[in-house]
């Protein structure tokens, strides 16, 4: 009896896919955004994403307790990666404020498809509007570090380097978010806006 209990129980493991808790969540995170992308966020649901991986809704919840949840984690995740990306350009020692500003890329410019199309796409605007401020946030310590160093560097002269920050990459995202605009269009804006800034924050000469 024991030995066909065993054998029972060791075939019904075999039959199933086990993967590492990290490469699993990954995969239920992907598959999520690719969902997003083609449904909204709204048009999505747990049970969709669950038939596409051909898992349990219970399994999909045992890594996010919602679907909200999900799209934090995936926000966070893509936010944290553009920030990465962006900080050799803005963390750039060797040259003026000024030029790191003009160096910086735009959108999409190191990558393409997966988490780039689930954010950017059209039914994906919800999601471009939190990954936006999730990016502000992460971005405006760092920018604020910069402007520090420009005022040592005597770039730009400022009294409060905290609230220049925060109106530099904050004042944003009434731009980021005109999606009548297309992306690399909002991005020179923004640009143009950031160089008028420090132009006009450069001491007299």
Known sequence: MLYFLHHWMGGAFMGRTVKQ????????L????????????????????ARRLGISQGLCYRYFPSKRALLD??????????????????????????????????????????????????????????LSVRVCELLTPLVQKQLEHAIKAG?????????DASFLIWGQLGLLTRFDLPGRERFRR????????LDAAAPAR
Not at 21 to 28: K, S
Not at 30 to 49: H, M, N, R
Not at 190 to 197: D, E, K, S
């Open 190 to 197: 923004v640009q143009r806006w950031v160089i008028a800034w």
């Open 21 to 28: 808790p990290e490469v699993r969540r990954q995969e239920i």
């Open 73 to 130: 984690c995936a926000v966070d995740q893509y936010a944290q990666q553009q920030v990465r990306m962006l900080s050799p350009v803005l963390c750039d020692a060797a040259k003026s404020l000024r030029q790191r500003m003009l160096d910086m890329p735009a959108p999409g410019h190191y990558e393409t498809g997966g988490f780039y199309d689930a954010f950017h796409s059209e039914s994906g605007r919800r999601m471009h509007q939190i």
């Open 30 to 49: 992907k598959a999520a955004l690719d969902l997003f992308c083609e449904k909204g966020y709204e048009g999505a649901s747990i049970a969709d994403l």
């Open 155 to 163: 770039e730009i002269v400022s009294n409060d380097p905290e609230s």
